[in-house]
């Protein structure tokens, strides 16, 4: 059985979904937050995730108009299409209860930056994963998504690195 191969374009769906699932826990965390600091920490992760959103739209629509149609249905690709999907909105970024319930528990901003580190990290797990299950042609694309993401780790360590004062 031949491993199934996704689309740069159903990547970047992926990922726009993820960034969404983020900006909702995000916005939620911010919502719920006594702390005025960690709001705003909360408030910044969820404008970075409304960016990232921007990012992979523009990659989307750069590549809409260059994949072939496809011929028929495929069981087989449309059943790990839609796993992957779950996997995306049920492992990366959880649910938005989440993010409210950890806006009331949140006190501390160091806390919080690790948990968004730790967050965007597993993002950068989901989709080295989607490697090997990207055509060869739309890995560009994959490669990418994957150093967006990591920006979003350095830019999150960076702002720790300065809230701790070291």
Known sequence: MDPVHFSGKEILEMAVRIEENGFKFYTEAASTSGSKEIKGLFT??????????KVFMGLHR?????EPSSEGYDPEFEEAS?????????????NPNKGRDLGRVTTDAN??????IN?????ILFYHELQR???????????????????HVRKLTDLKIKLSGR
């Open 119 to 123: 967050m965007e990290k597993d993002s």
């Open 44 to 53: 910044l992760l969820a404008s970075e995730e409304t960016e990232h959103i």
């Open 82 to 94: 839609q796993y992957l999907k779950a996997i995306a909105d049920t492992e990366v970024f959880t």
């Open 133 to 151: 299950m990207i055509r060869e042609k739309d890995k560009a694309v994959l490669d990418n998504v994957i150093e967006q993401e990591k920006e």
């Open 62 to 66: 750069l590549i809409s108009g260059t």
């Open 111 to 116: 806390e919080a930056l690790n948990l968004a």
